[in-house]
């Protein structure tokens, strides 16, 4: 089975947003919350799966599992296609009474000197989740093995490593997965929670409630740097190419003023790959016609590095996305763009996105879905 690439300059924008003003009701609350937890830590999302099956399957989806994929799928499954990432950080056990962090584990980053990963960020993970109430749990079936608490963390200089020590998970073998315990707070108009990136999974799995006929995929492993070699096999199994994959995550930014600037994130590239021009122009083109704000984060790093280069302080990077990764690795077999909601609190208990940004992605995404379905 082949897919047909799609000229966007021909796109119906007179037939877009038939869609309600407030899209964030009771059930898309209620579905968001269920799913912020339920465990999905990086490279034991199994369990998770299972509950999007169940989640997809009751809105009338088609699902089938692949090796750190899930596809759901509508009776038009070319029409358009979305892919989110449903891993979240957390640890697994590595021995008694010692843990680590699981993106590490899971990216083989088993000893951490010379690697990418500074001495910085790794004292900021552990900074980040002092004291956090954690739990135990069996990565298939999700069932529950005991809960605890954070008590310390460190480098450990022996293995160049970062350890995490918890009280109350003493019985605990290695290769448990544990989860960091969550639950979603709304508070000032802004949702709080680990929302990177069950957030985004939630709003394509409401989708399928609106009628959504096109393709999900929901891909393991992309905080380990994996997910682009799920959703590329996918692609290579399948044949044809395509310049309709719009890859959705959310997108951190230093505080809530800068993130409230805007209402919708865009990129044109990031450090892998340029992303098709056209269908980024065509999510502009929405946002512009609808008045809903918007931002090129990649243009906004490009003048953030020129202030610190004044400064003459170290440049940041464009950052690696899954979508860019899959550009880059599929010589022209997959292309597309991303849509991204801005939040604050990147990878921490307490990463927000304010409502009225959630609704406004949550717009552009039913809108493509009626463009081309």
Not at 171 to 187: C, H, N, Q
Not at 331 to 351: C, K, R, S, W
Request: include cysteine; hydrophobic fraction near 40%; proline fraction near 3%.
């Amino acid at each position: 089975m082949t897919q047909q690439t799609v000229d966007f300059s021909k796109s119906r924008l007179s037939h877009l947003f038939n869609v309600e003003t407030n899209m964030l009701g009771d059930d898309f609350i209620d579905l968001l919350k269920a799913l912020i937890r339920q465990p999905s830590v990086v490279g034991a999302e199994h369990s998770f799966f299972r509950v999007l099956q169940r989640e997809l399957e009751e809105r009338g989806a088609k699902v089938t599992w692949y090796e750190g994929l899930l596809v759901a799928q509508g009776n038009k499954p070319f029409s358009t296609m979305f892919s989110a990432h449903i891993d979240r950080h957390g640890l697994v056990c590595t021995g008694p009474n010692e843990f680590q962090y699981a993106a590490f584990i899971a990216a083989n980053r088993t000893d951490l000197l010379d690697s990418a990963v500074s001495e910085e960020l790794m004292s900021k993970i552990t900074e980040r989740f002092q004291s956090v109430p954690v739990f135990a749990y069996e990565p298939w079936s999700g069932s529950y093995r005991g809960k605890g608490f954070i008590n310390n963390s460190y480098i450990c200089e022996f293995r160049n490593n970062l350890i995490f020590e918890i009280d109350g998970l003493d019985s605990v073998v290695a290769g448990t997965p544990v989860a960091f315990e969550d639950k979603l707070r709304i508070k000032d108009n802004r949702l709080e929670g680990q929302l990177d990136n069950v957030l985004t999974a939630a709003a394509i799995v409401y989708l399928f409630s609106q009628g959504f006929q096109g393709t999900a995929f929901f891909t393991a492993q992309e905080e380990a740097g994996k997910s682009w070699r799920y959703l590329l096999e996918w692609f290579r199994r399948f044949g044809g190419s395509t310049n309709r994959l719009f890859v959705v995550d959310t997108s951190p930014f230093p505080n809530i003023e800068a993130a409230d600037n805007q209402l919708v994130v865009l990129r044109e590239r990031d450090a892998n790959a340029s992303f098709n021009p056209q269908a980024t122009k065509l999510i502009e083109d929405l946002c512009k016609r609808h008045d809903l704000s918007f931002l090129y984060k990649d243009r906004y790093v490009e003048e953030e590095n020129a202030k610190l280069i004044a400064q003459g302080k170290m440049p940041h990077s464009l950052g690696s996305t899954e979508m860019g990764r899959i550009i880059a690795a599929s010589n022209g077999l997959v292309d597309g763009t991303t849509i991204q909601i801005p939040t604050t609190g990147y990878h921490t208990m307490a990463e927000s996105a304010s409502i009225e940004s959630v609704e406004a992605f949550m717009k552009v995404l039913s809108a493509l879905a009626s463009e081309f379905d």
